[in-house]
């Protein structure tokens, strides 16, 4: 009778490969090398606290080359105006000017603002 051939050949090894070799770890003192004296290892918070300002009121004008203007008007108080034309832009940007007196949300500051 035929006997089947293996498909693959199998090696037999005698000897298993040697197991990893631990090394000996200095202890972990001081900074570690490669750091600058002075710069901080760790991410720290930013001291940045502000100085109280922030946007309440924004007005965009875009004029493409040969195209019509537009312009944008937003407040934080709900406003979010648009006019596209040059007439319309005018007059939302006079508009735009005039509620910077009128709006609930610059009532307090504006104090300020007329003192300096």
Do not use: Y
């Not at 631990?22 to 940045?48: I, M």
């Not at 924004?58 to 034309?85: E, Y």
């Amino acid at each position: 009778m035929n006997t089947p051939l293996p498909s693959k050949s199998i090696i037999p090894t005698t000897s298993s490969p040697p197991a990893a070799r631990l090394r000996a770890v200095p202890p972990a003192v001081g900074a570690a090398k490669g750091v600058a004296e002075g710069v901080p290892t760790a991410v720290l918070p930013d001291p940045q606290i502000g100085d109280g300002r922030h946007v309440t009121a924004w007005l965009t004008i875009r004029v493409p080359r040969k195209g019509t203007p537009t312009a944008t008007s937003w407040c934080a108080c709900g406003r979010d105006l648009f006019a596209s034309g040059h007439t319309k832009v005018h007059a939302l940007v006079e508009d735009h000017t005039a509620h910077r007196d009128a709006c609930p949300l610059r009532a307090t500051t504006s104090e300020g603002r007329a003192a300096a």
